[in-house]
T-cell receptor, first 113, second 116 residues
Framework: AQSVTQLGSHVSVSEGALVLLRCNYS??????LFWYVQYPNQGLQLLLK??????LVKGINGFEAEFKKSETSFHLTKPSAHMRDAAEYFC???????????FGTGTRLKVLA | NAGVTQTPKFQVLKTGQSMTLQCAQD?????MSWYRQDPGMGLRLIHY???????DQGEVPNGYNVSRSTTEDFPLRLLSAAPSQTSVYFC???????????????FGEGSRLTVL
């Protein structure tokens, strides 16, 4: 069975500092991995996705994530946080042969001025 | 483009009442799904569909029914509402890949349901 674990339900960073949001997955077959962002009172929107083409994936708004099979991780990073990055971030996994997305419990990012 | 449209945005029900959350998409996506979002629990899949006439259960299907008579619409029915169903509900759609999974999800803006 596939699963996703996001470490840290709340993360605070200063504006301009590095953002690192952690995601570890469990899957018996090669996974497809996604990061979504949710702004207050809105639905989720895709930040980036890993579909086995390249291990380093670049997304919107300066975010990127690296797929590390040996560590079963897909951490999200951004070199310099901006106030507009304050939101909740969700990691998700799906595998071939299933139609069931599994979401992590989310990490709420706070950006301090 | 409208994308995924959910109605209503807000609803208050009394225990035992029934209601339907509507979801429509205009992207010709085969895959549609319903999630509930609760604090600290992320999104949990209720039901999904990979095409008209085909539905299946997700992680938390109890108390909910769905049907898919057209590609565009995927309503979620609460037959007898309970306070435990107080949540924010999201509908999402996607295309289906030949490898047997979906692409990225496109979400509606959510429906906030309170059951008293």
């Amino acid at each position: 069975a596939q699963s996703v674990t996001q470490l840290g339900s709340h993360v605070s960073v200063s504006e301009g500092a590095l953002v690192l949001l952690r995601c570890n997955y469990s899957s018996s077959v090669p996974p497809y991995l996604f990061w979504y962002v949710q702004y207050p009172n809105q639905g989720l929107q895709l930040l980036l996705k890993y579909t086995s083409a390249a291990t380093l994936v670049k997304g919107i708004n300066g975010f990127e994530a690296e797929f590390k099979k040996s560590e079963t991780s897909f951490h999200l990073t951004k070199p310099s946080a901006h106030m507009r990055d304050a939101a909740e971030y969700f990691c998700a996994v799906i595998t071939s042969g299933t139609y069931k997305y599994i979401f992590g419990t989310g990490t709420r990012l706070k950006v301090l001025a | 483009n409208a994308g995924v449209t959910q109605t209503p945005k807000f609803q208050v029900l009394k225990t035992g009442q029934s209601m339907t959350l509507q979801c429509a998409q205009d992207m010709n996506h085969e895959y549609m799904s319903w999630y509930r979002q609760d604090p600290g629990m992320g999104l949990r899949l209720i039901h999904y569909s990979v095409g008209a006439g085909i539905t299946d259960q997700g992680e938390v299907p109890n108390g909910y029914n769905v049907s898919r008579s057209t590609t565009e619409d995927f309503p979620l029915r609460l037959l007898s509402a309970a306070p435990s169903q107080t949540s924010v509900y999201f509908c999402a759609s996607s295309y289906v890949r030949t490898q047997g999974h979906t692409g990225e999800l496109f979400f509606g803006e959510g429906s906030r349901l309170t059951v008293l």
